[in-house]
Every structure is written in structure tokens, then in C-alpha cells.
């Protein structure tokens, strides 16, 4: 299984749809949890953190289920800006107390006039 | 803008070249960070450096070489390498390595293509 797993798609929407991504992870230690945007030949940059209680910025909400080891973002009213691939991010740590985040192969997501 | 620059952006190079990548970080930060990103593939954490030390190498080939001769500057040494290696090779830095869920700031990468 791999350590951090999500649909590749591309997800093809309209604009102002609602989409939603999910993301399972394997190691039920994990500490922390993100999602990272990345846009065609750019760094992926961080979008959000995930929080236990959830957290929503925006049109973007993203949720944590740590019993079923997933989390997700759900986009709102997309716009044609939000076409990028978006990474799910999880902090496995080490056995030296480092931080190591592991990536997801990521979610394209094509918003269309 | 996120304060990571990398050097070159783009290089091409032959399996029996030597070259190597910069990154230096203006953000002030202690950690430094070498991923690699191939076609279809998640990032791939290849070494931490923390306040020039390094805390982790991901079973990394030795072709690869990393040095941090300070907190602001990283560098990525290459020899012999093969083409399998073609990837984007992305910089990144944080404020510390600690496990603490730090946000990553990366550098724009280099793409490094090896015939």
C-alpha cells in the first residue's frame, strides 16, 4: 500500500462547480497533513493545512478523518484559476524526531468556461 | 517570491558530466530540503539538512552528492548520473526540521535532463 494515495484524475469540472478530493494515508501515527497546490512547471506551494476539527479558508474546506486515515478538500464555486494539481501532503516523522512529509502523486483538476 | 532560489532552472548533461544545483533561501530558516519530482511520480524526499547538518538521507545513490556549507545555502553535486535520473529536482526550506508539521517553501526547481 502505498504511504499517501490519491486519485490522479483529472477531475473536469465547470465553473462554480463543487468538487472534492480525498486522499488516504497509511501510517495511523501521522501527526500532520496538508494540501499543496502546484501548478504545469511550478513548485507546489501550501494551500492549506488540516486540522482535527476541520478548517475551511474561502471556498476551500478541508476535513480529517483519522479513524478511516483520509482527509479531504472540497473546492466550492470553482474558478478557472483553480485548474492546477493539488498534492496531499501527510508528516510521517522519523525515528530521529525529523519532520517527513510525504506526497501524493497528486489530483489535476481542469475547470472549463 | 518565496524566498528559495534555485540555479540553474533548466540543464541538460551527459553521463559522464559533473554539475551541480544551488539553492539558497532567504527566509531566514534552519532546514533545508532536496526533493526529487519525476513524470507521474509523487516528490520524493531525498536529504534534510538541519542547521547544516544532515538529518536524513533517503537511500539517495551516491551519484548524488548534497552540501550545506551554511543554513542559507544548499547545494546538490552530480556525477555519472543516469537517465532515469531526468527529473525536477526541487529545493525547500522550512524553520526548523523538527517533527512539528513546519511549512515547506520551495524553489522553482531545476530541471535536469542526463542523455
Known amino acids: 500500500r502505498k504511504e499517501v494515495e490519491q486519485d490522479p484524475g483529472p477531475f473536469n469540472v465547470p465553473e462554480g462547480a463543487t468538487v472534492a478530493f480525498n486522499c488516504t494515508y497509511s501510517n495511523s501515527a501521522s501527526q500532520s497533513f496538508f494540501w499543496y497546490r502546484q501548478d504545469c512547471r511550478k513548485e507546489p506551494k501550501l494551500l492549506m493545512s488540516?486540522?482535527?476539527s476541520g478548517n475551511e479558508d474561502g471556498r476551500f474546506t478541508a476535513q480529517l478523518n483519522r479513524a478511516s486515515q483520509y482527509i479531504s478538500l472540497l473546492i466550492r464555486d470553482s474558478k478557472l484559476s483553480d485548474s492546477a494539481t493539488y498534492l496531499c501532503?501527510?508528516?510521517?516523522?522519523?525515528?530521529?524526531?525529523?519532520?517527513?512529509?510525504?506526497f501524493g502523486t497528486g489530483t489535476r483538476l481542469l475547470v472549463s468556461p | 517570491e518565496t524566498g528559495v532560489t534555485q540555479t540553474p532552472r533548466h540543464l541538460v548533461m551527459g553521463m559522464t558530466n559533473k554539475k551541480s544545483l544551488k539553492c539558497e533561501q532567504h527566509?531566514?530558516?534552519?532546514?533545508m530540503y532536496w526533493y526529487k519530482q519525476s513524470a507521474k511520480k509523487p516528490l520524493e524526499l531525498m536529504f534534510v539538512y538541519s542547521l547544516e547538518e544532515r538529518v536524513e538521507n533517503n537511500s539517495v545513490p551516491s551519484r548524488f552528492s548534497p552540501e550545506c556549507p551554511n543554513s542559507s545555502h544548499l547545494f546538490l553535486h552530480l556525477h555519472t548520473l543516469q537517465p532515469e535520473d531526468s527529473a525536477l529536482y526541487l529545493c525547500?526550506?522550512?524553520?526548523?526540521?523538527?517533527?512539528?508539521?513546519?511549512?515547506?517553501?520551495f524553489g522553482s526547481g531545476t530541471q535536469l535532463s542526463v542523455l
Open positions: 488540516v486540522y482535527s
Open positions: 527566509l531566514g530558516h534552519n532546514a
Open positions: 501532503v501527510v508528516n510521517m516523522g522519523t525515528n530521529t524526531g525529523f519532520q517527513k512529509l510525504v
Open positions: 525547500a526550506s522550512s524553520l526548523e526540521a523538527q517533527k512539528g508539521g513546519e511549512k515547506l517553501f
